[in-house]
């Protein structure tokens, strides 16, 4: 081998050595998928009733839906719930039961990709971007304001779904009377650089592929539950949930990077609602979810900033991340019940 071809080989190798380790760090790598499909049954008991349904959002996406209502009392309001990653709606029953026994009407959806919310254009584990997931909750309030015009409408979100709630409020706080929010999510400061790995990915291999390196990174799908509950019943309940997804799609993990991130686009959110109350719960256990004192401190501060008077936030001994699920479930229940009532 002479000079000039040694002179053209050794950038070339280094191309090369570069567009390996760029396909192996983003390469599709797709998670197995188990969920199961089967419809629940319609279930009626004495005080309260379920129904479940598919609702066609305005892209063609058949959500799916429960509404639990309270039988043979007045309904005093609509509680709306958004859950958060990897999970589904049905997580959220025996809380939507005993708000129906209480005279609440309980709407709770899978989220697009999630559960039964997905069809070939959104499969699962793949969200479209923020603005679309937040447009299929203003649906679905639409949707229940239009048969209940007259009743308060609370806004309850869950981890994700709290990040979601938040977003919600941009063009959408004169929608809702309470905005409740649990597992509270805070800003993460690499979250712009989460939003551009994202994009790299999708443009790379694609939107809906899986990438290895965006799953070691943000860690949603990790095996171990531990640091969601104490509550040990609820892990082995959880360890064999087969409607729970393992991970999400290359754009699915930009979106909840790109919601994060614009939860400090303070100028975006327009404050229709200033005196709107918002209620935060979570347990002192989650710091690394919450930020801890200083987190919350922030989200507070932030909501503030956008002009919302209005904002508690409380932390609970000895819980961690679903406070609903919690062994001493019960006091977050009564407070949450209160906060309704009050």
Known sequence: MDKKQRKFLIPLSIVSVGVGLTYFLFRDQPDKQVLATKKVEHLEETNHEQKNFFLMVDDGLPLAVTITKPVGREIKGIVQIIHGILEHKNRYQDFADFLATQGYLVLTSDNRGHGESNNEQNPLGHMPGVERMVADQVYLTNFIKAQYPDMPLYLYGHSFGSI?????????????????????VSYEKLAPLGVQLGK???????????????????????????????????IEKLNGDTRMIPGYTNQGVSTIWQADYELKQIKKYRCQNPTLPILSLSGIQDEAITGGVKGLADT??????????????IEYE????EVLNEIDNQLVYQRILEFFET
Not at 208 to 213: G, P, R
Not at 318 to 321: L, N, P
């Open 300 to 313: 507070k501060a932030t909501l503030e900033a956008m002009g919302y008077l209005d904002v508690e936030v």
């Open 164 to 184: 979601l709630a938040r977003n919600y409020l941009k063009e959408n706080d004169d929608l809702v009377d309470k905005l409740l929010l649990t597992g509270t």
């Open 318 to 321: 000895g819980m961690k991340h």
């Open 200 to 234: 790299i990915a999708q443009l790379l291999t694609g939107k809906q592929k899986h990438s290895w390196l965006l799953k070691k990174l943000s860690g949603y799908g990790a095996e171990d539950k531990s640091w969601l509950t104490n509550d040990l019943s609820q």
